[in-house]
């Protein structure tokens, strides 16, 4: 093997997007290192892979969805709350969660086919057969490092989600300042008890208070920055039912609650489907 | 009736933030919650405008649904695991029913957070059960006759999610994924958006043909009364009626399905006036 032409591997203007290069990971197989080029290679074509999935719809439509969930129920659930900086705090948490969350779930599937094709094309193009890298490495490869991609998504979109959620809530900031400015009232958001008899009928434990959240009603919103994003590490989904059975008795109790819960959403479902008979 | 809710103790563990997504008993108080209010829910006239309007449930229940994506891809849902989001999908189907909360769920989008559940192929009972429960919030929000409802859906990519349950999935999900089409096609935009173009019309069009040979197989008189339904609206427009006249599956016209039919004179019905159209020139 001789040396890779550094023309095929770097196109003008194309320098690493993102700091990504030591997380990069590689099988443990002599073609990397007879090859050292090889690491730039599969660098260049998750580094491409990303670029592709970045500027298609699916970050911003992360990000759009997100934010629209987020501005509705934080105003709901910030109606009394006078501090626009707890507001602005909660929206951020929520907004860069559940953008970041959807991120990685709508970009997992296009990220790997980009990275696949963009790896073959790159190994091809440098004169690499199949015989050297076969189709399987690639595929090792590119599921090495899909995680990998996806954060990087996940961060895309996290950021992009704070300047639109600011953007949303930002006359909700702005008139509790001006009410703070003008009066020394408790604050109320007027649009929320217009729109419906319900927020001011309920009672007391699940009202919100008149002067703001409380710590532990905070603490709901705290709760995004604490979820963990890694899969559970016992999977017992793929495990064959029988398998299963044998193995854990437990697992026997919950098998009976399961159905029971979708029979009962179903039931309407069914009702409705007969409805239409 | 709403005092005898928070005299309820899950109830209340539900809705106290300090059981949201906690290590430990707070989590545990919260998983227990939403199987108590899961189960009761029909029980209570109100409890989906409770539900919307007392503080942080809704954030809660969104939690509980971004949780499992990770699950979601390489498929890894534990029953156990989606045991917990089908308890809380059903308290969304709860809000999706209710006439004083069906539009503000869809002003904050919920729905679409329930897509990726929808796009899962994983043929496990834990993630059947996800896959099902998940229609049936989709499958409230349609039964409802809202044109609100049908805007919305036809602004996302619900079509051809269902579209795909609709070829593989089980029975039950392809009753429930085809019921929602159905309702689309019964709108007159949801009509005229699918056959607006030649590719949407196209894309019903082969799944439901597709479902017609399945269903020579494996007969089902509930899908099968679903799927004429289909071809008979199809058939209220102009120009997929024309379209219809070349490509309605052969099954449909041959007396194929007169025995599993035989009992089911409304479908039976259903289908002949459905062929009587398509005769006729429009």
Redesign the interface.
Known sequence: PGTLAAANLTQPGEDSLYPISVYIQLPNLPIFNLQPSMKRIVHIAIDRAIREVIVSPVVERSVA?AG??TR??II??FALEPNEDKMRKAAHL?AQ??AG??A???S??PLRVGMITQLQNLLRQNGITEQSVSEQVVFTIVADNLDLACSVMERAAAEKSIAEIDEELGPAYLNRRKHRERSSQLYYDVSVYAA?R??S????????KPNG?TA??????E??S??T????E?????VP?RELKSRDNS?LQ??D???Q??T???E??EV??SE?? | LILDLTASPSFGAAVQPGAAGQSGAGADRREAALVELSKKRETYEDLAPILWHSFGVMTALLQEIVLVYPCLSPPSLSNQASNRVCNALALLQCVASHQDTRALFLNADIPLFLYPFLNTTSKTRAFEYLRLTSLGVIGALVKSDNSEVINFLLSTEIIPLCLRIMESGSELSKTVAIFIVQKILLDEMGLAYICQTYERFYAVGTVLSNMVLQLVEAPSVRLLKHVVRCYQRLGDNPRAKEALRQCLPEPLRDNTFAGVLKDDLTTKRCLGSLLVNLSESS
């Open positions: 969805i629209i969930a509705e129920l709901k659930d929520m969660n559940l969350s959807l990685i779930v709508s997992r599937d419906s319900y927020p009928s309920l009672p007391e434990p699940l009202r919100l959240l532990s009603q905070f603490r709901v919103y709760d995004f604490r979820m994003r890694v899969a559970p016992a999977t017992v989904a793929d039912d697992l919950m098998e609650v399961v159905p819960i979708v009962q959403a179903m309407k479902m409705a489907i239409l008979e």
